[in-house]
């Protein structure tokens, strides 16, 4: 975005890294979304630096450049080391770059904070940034996630407080078979052991205002039922706060994977839905995807929501 101190333009805007497009992007996006009156919420992937794992290409103000010693390689990902205080403090101060200077409506984090597969190695951070003297490296990478959340929530409503906070986890929090306050689901990864996301400690202590599950499976789903995860997240944020959205998804009708091979699937859902006063609404992965029509998806979701 314009100006920034901290990171650098974008390299899909003009195809190199740092280059001023001439134009600010988001402020064109956010003046065309309130003159439709929609909101505007910016979406980030916090600790994500760069997706071809080398720093060739980026520009000179790049974190990974400018801080090397914040970065590990993960596979093809460089990713920021959320276990270094002052890394989460440069996450956060670009982030409040544009809380402060756009007219934004929300901030949204995706579900990545630790990667979801292969090695990460942060032995040498948890020996020296280990404050709380946490002895499992799990729960300590869970309270790293934990200060992020808290302190940026702090941050966004301290500088603007009517600015919503929302983040959209892996929509299993935990199976049964970890925990038996869980779902009753048999899902490969889960938001709190594979990426160390604590949502529920999130909701409970009301650091954010909205939750969005991606609970990207269809209903009667073996290892990870629609309904069942429906249901357990509705059940979480009942005293709460924090409202639940949840996040569809679209982009599977059509292929192979049990119970998309028709767009009726996602309207089986929104009517599941109203079954829970508890869901505030829906997000759809993606709009391109929606785009797409597949199999007269925009004709059944216009009669849905007439």
């Known amino acids: 975005h314009d100006d920034s101190n901290l990171v650098p333009w974008s390299k899909y805007l003009t195809n190199t890294q740092g280059k001023n497009p001439g134009y600010d992007p988001m402020k064109f996006m956010i003046s065309e979304s309130h003159k439709r009156g929609m909101e505007f919420h910016a979406w980030f992937n916090p600790f994500r630096a760069n997706s071809t794992g080398t720093t060739s ?14 970065i590990v390689k993960n596979g093809s990902q460089l990713y920021i080391n959320p276990g270094i205080p002052a890394a989460r403090q440069h996450v956060i101060d670009a982030i409040m770059e544009v809380v402060d200077g756009y007219d934004i409506d929300g901030v949204h984090l995706d579900d990545y904070f630790y990667p ?12 020296a940034y280990n404050a709380n003297n946490i002895s499992n490296k799990g729960d300590w990478r869970r309270d790293n996630v934990n200060s992020f959340v808290r302190d940026l929530g702090k941050s966004i409503h301290a500088s603007k407080s009517k600015v919503q906070f929302g983040i959209s986890p892996f929509g299993v929090w935990r199976n049964k078979s970890q925990d038996l306050t869980g779902s009753d689901t048999k899902a490969g990864v889960t938001a709190y052991d594979t990426t160390f996301a604590d949502v529920r400690t999130w909701i409970n202590k009301g650091w954010i205002d909205y939750v969005a599950p991606q609970i990207y499976w269809s209903i009667g789903f073996p290892a990870a039922g629609y309904d069942k995860l429906v249901a357990w997240w509705s059940n979480e944020v009942k005293n709460s706060d924090v409202k639940l959205y949840i996040g569809h998804s679209p982009y599977k009708i059509g292929t192979p994977e049990k119970g998309w091979q028709s767009a009726e699937e996602l309207i089986k859902q929104l009517k599941l839905n109203e079954n829970y006063n508890q869901i505030k609404g829906d997000i759809y992965f993606s709009a391109q995807h929606l785009r797409k029509n597949p199999y007269g998806l925009i004709q059944l979701l216009q009669n849905y929501y007439q």
Do not use: M
């Not at 290409?57 to 914040?70: R, Y």
């Not at 979801?116 to 948890?126: E, K």
């Open 57 to 70: 290409g980026l520009a000179a103000n790049h974190v990974a450049n400018q801080h090397p010693d914040w």
């Open 116 to 127: 979801y597969s292969g090695t990460f190695d942060d032995d040498a951070t948890f020996k």
